[in-house]
């Protein structure tokens, strides 16, 4: 059975799902780590991205079912060819999680958003034509990408640029070297902030 992100599932079929006890899985409701819901008749549901976003931080096996519900596309820019290459490389071992695209432009990136439909973008600062805080600001602006979650990371980092950044609608300016585990982090946040959601 393939499930989507948005899907409600009952703490017996994420049970099912990750081979544990429901008991596992209420336990962890109760305790804040996974995020749930009651319904009007006062069961759970847990949502498929947020049952993902769960497995990613604890740095579980994402079962097959879920693997619609799981995959994030991430779009990495960048003027270095090898470091682009490498970052790509990087992300291999995570294929589970996030299908990954690249360009070395802004230009392309900004075409590629277009039909790549990224849910996050990984942008370097200093790049020929247009740079990377002018391609943050086209994203924001348009309201079809304006959602779309823009990490800037450069090998220069500064205060200075961290806020040039923000302003431009970023929400992260990164140092390089880029560490995969950190992006994927970002894109899967912990969801404490939501808690009051579950509404026991």
């Given at each position: 059975?393939?499930i989507?992100?948005?899907?409600?599932?009952?703490?017996s079929?994420?049970?099912?799902?990750l081979?544990?006890?429901?008991?596992?899985?209420?336990?962890?409701?109760?305790?804040?780590?996974?995020?749930a819901?009651?319904?009007?008749?006062?069961?759970?549901?847990?949502?498929?991205?947020?049952?993902?976003?769960?497995?990613?931080?604890?740095?579980?096996?994402?079962?097959?079912?879920?693997?619609?519900?799981?995959?994030?596309?991430?779009?990495?820019?960048?003027?270095?060819?090898?470091?682009?290459?490498?970052?790509?490389?990087s992300?291999?071992?995570?294929?589970?999680r996030?299908?990954?695209?690249?360009?070395?432009?802004?230009?392309?990136?900004?075409?590629?958003?277009?039909?790549?439909?990224?849910?996050?973008?990984?942008?370097?600062?200093?790049?020929?034509?247009?740079?990377?805080l002018?391609?943050?600001?086209?994203?924001?602006?348009?309201?079809?990408?304006?959602?779309?979650?823009?990490?800037?990371?450069?090998?220069?980092?500064?205060?200075?640029?961290?806020?040039?950044?923000?302003?431009?609608?970023?929400?992260?300016?990164?140092?390089?070297?880029?560490?995969?585990?950190?992006?994927?982090?970002?894109?899967y946040?912990?969801?404490?902030?939501?808690?009051?959601?579950?509404?026991?």
């Amino acid at each position: 059975m393939k499930i989507v992100s948005d899907q409600l599932l009952t703490s017996s079929e994420v049970g099912e799902l990750l081979q544990v006890n429901p008991s596992s899985v209420k336990k962890w409701v109760d305790d804040g780590l996974l995020l749930a819901f009651r319904t009007p008749g006062g069961h759970r549901r847990i949502r498929a991205a947020d049952l993902v976003s769960f497995l990613v931080r604890h740095e579980m096996p994402i079962p097959v079912d879920l693997q619609d519900a799981a995959k994030k596309r991430l779009l990495i820019v960048d003027d270095e060819t090898d470091q682009l290459k490498a970052l790509a490389r990087s992300f291999k071992r995570f294929a589970d999680r996030v299908e990954v695209t690249t360009s070395s432009n802004g230009i392309d990136a900004l075409v590629l958003v277009g039909s790549f439909h990224p849910h996050a973008v990984l942008l370097d600062v200093y790049m020929p034509g247009i740079d990377g805080l002018e391609v943050c600001r086209r994203l924001k602006k348009n309201p079809a990408t304006k959602d779309v979650q823009v990490y800037v990371v450069s090998g220069a980092f500064t205060s200075a640029l961290e806020q040039k950044a923000l302003e431009a609608g970023a929400v992260k300016c990164l140092p390089k070297p880029i560490d995969a585990k950190q992006v994927l982090s970002l894109m899967y946040p912990a969801r404490g902030g939501e808690l009051e959601a579950r509404a026991f």
